[in-house]
């Protein structure tokens, strides 16, 4: 399937995705503090994969909603997740901004998880770029 077909039509499960595809989210956890889905978003934020990401409690309900695939996306950010292969050639743009927005707050983590999330950002910068 070309990369066209993928970004007009988004699956519904991680299983029609692929577990070993990359995923990126942003570093930035804009829901609200107080909520269950704030303490989820934490967990598998920093994931690099769509199995890693499921087994951190990232959710099929997540897909739509974080993508921005549903036409809404999150309230305030819109895009908060991107997905190798899917919703990059639409949300180009935000895809760069929270690349460039994740290289800063990376240098807080700790560094085996540094190095995973920037070797990450490099592979999504290249898709970006390509399309």
Same mark, same amino acid.
């Given at each position: 399937?070309?990369?066209?077909?993928?970004?007009?039509?988004?699956?519904?499960?991680?299983?029609?995705?692929?577990? =070993?595809? $990359?995923?990126?989210?942003?570093?930035?956890?804009?829901?609200?503090?107080?909520?269950?889905?704030?303490?989820?978003?934490?967990?598998?934020?920093?994931?690099?994969?769509?199995?890693?990401?499921?087994?951190?409690?990232?959710?099929?309900?997540?897909?739509? @909603?974080?993508? %921005?695939?549903? %036409? +809404?996306?999150?309230?305030?950010?819109? !895009?908060?997740?991107?997905?190798?292969? @899917?919703?990059?050639? $639409?949300?180009?743009?935000?895809?760069?901004?929270?690349?460039?927005?994740?290289?800063?707050?990376?240098? =807080?983590?700790?560094? $085996?998880?540094?190095?995973?999330? !920037?070797?990450?950002? =490099?592979?999504?910068?290249?898709?970006? +770029?390509?399309?």
């Amino acid at each position: 399937m070309s990369q066209d077909n993928k970004n007009k039509k988004f699956p519904t499960s991680f299983t029609l995705i692929g577990p =070993d595809k $990359a995923i990126l989210f942003s570093l930035i956890n804009p829901k609200k503090i107080s909520g269950n889905a704030h303490s989820i978003f934490e967990h598998y934020k920093t994931t690099t994969t769509i199995k890693e990401a499921e087994s951190r409690g990232f959710r099929p309900q997540d897909l739509n @909603y974080e993508t %921005g695939t549903n %036409g +809404k996306g999150f309230k305030r950010w819109g !895009v908060l997740t991107f997905i190798e292969g @899917y919703n990059i050639k $639409a949300n180009k743009e935000k895809l760069l901004y929270i690349i460039k927005q994740n290289r800063e707050l990376v240098k =807080d983590l700790p560094k $085996a998880i540094h190095s995973k999330i !920037v070797a990450n950002l =490099d592979h999504f910068e290249k898709l970006a +770029k390509a399309v």
